[in-house]
């Protein structure tokens, strides 16, 4: 092999090289993303059962916390904004005891990111025999926030904790 053959040789490994380098790259930036966002979601998950684990045990009645939102129902709100901050991901812009908006039996909380907390005490479930069984469902959203900024669509990660209520 000649010296000019060796040169072109090298020369096109370095334009395969050059060729493929960004394919690879995505890829791995996508999957870094992807495992941040898998992270991200149970880390909601685990903060919504936490809110709904508390939600569940606190009557509705119980107004000791000297707010027109039900003690459980700010409890719940407190543990979700508390568990999701511990875990890096801030809910600082909820306010337990002020959500944004409230029906008889549903609290929510919006933040101007994006990111909402909802809290649905009126819900209900399948039991056996066809009955229905109350239940509380937490629904959190957060925001994402892609590496590849304009590549992926941006779309908040949503999480749905479902828990049968223990007291009414």
């Known amino acids: 092999m000649t010296r000019c053959s060796e040169a072109r040789q090298r020369g096109a490994e370095l334009v395969e090289f050059a060729l493929v380098l960004p394919a690879i790259?995505?890829?791995?930036?996508?999957?870094v993303d992807f495992g941040?966002?898998?992270?991200?979601?149970?880390k909601m998950t685990n903060a919504a059962r936490e809110c709904a684990r508390i939600v569940v045990s606190e009557p509705l009645s119980d107004q000791s916390c000297q707010s027109a939102t039900p003690c459980a129902?700010?409890?719940?709100?407190?543990?979700a904004v508390a568990?999701?901050?511990n875990a890096g991901a801030s809910l600082a812009c909820?306010?337990?005891a002020a959500p944004t908006s409230s029906s008889a039996l549903e609290w929510t909380y919006a933040c101007a990111g994006g990111a909402t907390l909802?809290?649905?005490?009126?819900?209900t479930?399948?039991?056996p025999g066809g009955g229905l069984i109350p239940a509380t469902q937490v629904t959190l959203t957060y925001p994402v926030a892609?590496?590849?900024g304009g590549l992926a669509p941006s779309a908040p990660i949503a999480t749905q904790v479902t828990m049968p209520d223990l007291v009414s």
């Open 146 to 148: 892609w590496c590849l």
């Open 125 to 127: 479930i399948s039991g």
């Open 73 to 79: 129902i700010v409890a719940g709100a407190n543990a």
């Open 25 to 31: 790259l995505l890829l791995l930036v996508g999957i």
């Open 83 to 85: 568990y999701m901050g």
């Open 94 to 96: 909820i306010q337990p």
């Open 118 to 123: 909802v809290i649905n005490r009126g819900y």
């Open 36 to 42: 941040a966002a898998f992270a991200l979601r149970q």
